[in-house]
């Protein structure tokens, strides 16, 4: 992303573009399941291929982000600035975007289990 761009949006918001970056993740948290994102990318941000993409450590700037939530490619309904705020999705993208990773498979007592007989 341009750092104009940033900037520009940044100032909108009325923060720098460090802050527009970081976000309120506690609050994206929130948002991530009063909106209801989980029930098409699911709890963990995993997502599915009948509803929707993982979004968890998305690698999207913030940019990108805007763009797919205001006007989705697919099936997603579009988020507006009035159903969501600029801030608002600031602080989704930065939830999403600091998700924590997948536990590793070798980590599960239930997968060591499968397959050893």
């Given at each position: 992303m341009k750092l104009t761009t940033l900037a520009l949006f940044a100032?909108?918001?009325?923060?720098?573009?460090?802050m527009a970056q970081q976000g309120n993740a506690d609050n994206g948290k929130k948002?991530?399941?009063?909106?209801?994102c989980f029930q098409c990318h699911g709890?963990?941000?995993?997502g599915a291929l009948q509803t929707g993409p993982r979004i968890s450590r998305t690698a999207l700037p913030l940019e990108g982000f805007l763009q797919q939530l205001r006007n989705p490619l697919n099936q997603m309904p579009p988020y507006e600035a009035a159903v969501i705020s600029d801030?608002?999705?600031?602080d989704l993208y930065a939830y999403v975007k600091n998700m924590p990773a997948p536990p590793d498979p070798k980590t599960l007592p239930l997968l060591m289990t499968m397959g050893s007989k």
């Open positions: 100032a909108a918001l009325g923060t720098t573009p460090a948002l991530f399941e009063t909106v209801g709890l963990a941000g995993q801030k608002d999705a600031g």
